[in-house]
């Protein structure tokens, strides 16, 4: 599906894997809101800016940044952004 | 399943597809199945310890503890060029999945089904349209297929025996060179194309949309002004060059 050596522009579906070191569950279904637009999406159809170290996971309504994934060793760190709630599918 | 388990696999079998791709099947140790659509990321380990993960739609579906990728080689690539020219059967890696319940194809979805894909995006849809048919309702599947030559079409001999043997029809789009006695325009996948072979707005089809981002987002933009809902619209994007 992907090939990240360089950052590259893909969308939510890419970060299931990563996303799954964080929350249990199908992470790609969940439906968050976005603090800048209002928007309310799931995961999948989110832009995500991908490369090895990070996923910024953007708004695809307003482009404000919901959150950041990133590696850390052989950990993973979610560090939220404009990312106002968020609830299971 | 446990999130964020690495499973082991091994290469069973490596097979050519085209000039620059290669089907892969991988024997998962403990792989529960995946439905039509779903992904798997893999992971590789240098000896120096050093890990790459990328991720791969599975052509594959169902329970068998075999699942199949498609790899299409990036020039220039980390983990592509070894899976496309070195990896051998009996060679391990590491698979976590299956992944994703988004873009995902269910046999209770109400169709019809229309699954569009540009290059290798058309891996999932793939497994898509071999579920569709193992549950015998090809018959309301259209599969739109754009690739740059005849010879990239990764799954073109499956595809093509498919659909004359009541599997699931195709269109095809040639964006760079057609094959000889193709009698359609070459170039992008444009309105005229999609009204053409796209089940109608009327129908209200389901439609998923795999492929580099730059064309799936050219393909749903088209699809929304062409008036189908949005709602009814799956997509996935890879990246890469559109």
Same mark, same amino acid.
């Given at each position: ?13 890419? +970060? ?23 928007? +309310? ?49 | ?41 893999? %992971? ?42 070195? &990896? ?6 590491? #698979? ?12 209770? $979805? ?19 349209? %071999? ?17 740059? %030559? ?5 799954? %073109? ?32 996948? $444009? ?6 072979? &796209? ?9 998923? &949309? ?8 050219? #393909?749903?933009?088209?699809? #929304? ?18």
């Amino acid at each position: 599906m992907s090939e990240h050596d360089e950052p590259s522009v893909v969308d939510g579906n890419a +970060v299931a894997g990563l996303l799954s070191e964080v929350f249990a569950g199908d992470p790609t279904m969940f439906v968050g809101t976005c603090r800048g637009c209002g928007a +309310v999406a799931v995961f999948a159809e989110a832009v995500v800016e991908m490369d090895d170290d990070a996923a910024i996971v953007r708004c695809r309504s307003c482009t404000h940044t919901l959150f950041t994934v990133l590696r850390d060793g052989h950990s993973v760190r979610l560090v939220i952004g404009a990312l106002r709630e968020v609830h299971p599918g | 399943m446990i999130a964020g388990d690495w499973r082991p696999a091994r290469v069973a079998r490596a097979s050519a597809a085209t000039p620059s791709a290669r089907v892969l099947r991988l024997e998962v140790s403990g792989w529960p199945g995946s439905a039509a659509g779903q992904h798997i990321d893999v %992971r590789l380990t240098a000896e120096d310890g050093y890990q790459a993960v990328r991720s791969y739609s599975l052509a594959s579906y169902g329970d068998a503890t075999e699942v199949e990728i498609a790899v299409d080689e990036v020039p220039d690539g980390e983990v592509s060029p070894y899976l496309v020219r070195d &990896v051998q059967p009996g060679d391990e890696l590491e #698979v976590k999945g299956p992944l994703g319940g988004y873009f995902v194809w269910h046999p209770q $979805d109400a169709g019809p089904v229309q699954l569009i894909a540009g290059g290798s995006g058309v891996v999932p849809l793939v497994a898509i349209a %071999r579920a569709a048919t193992d549950a015998g309702a090809a018959a309301s599947f259209r599969l739109l297929y754009s690739v740059r %030559r005849s010879e990239d079409a990764i799954y %073109r001999d499956e595809l093509t025996s498919g659909a004359e043997d009541g599997g699931v029809r195709v269109t095809w789009a040639y964006t760079r060179a057609a094959p000889p006695g193709w009698e359609g325009s070459v170039g992008r996948v $444009d309105d005229a194309l999609l009204r053409a072979s &796209v089940w109608p707005v009327e129908q209200n089809p389901l439609v998923y &949309v795999c492929g580099p981002t730059g064309f799936v987002e050219h #393909v749903a933009d088209a699809l #929304v002004e062409l008036g189908h809902s949005p709602g009814r619209i799956r997509t996935e994007r890879f990246g890469g060059a559109s």
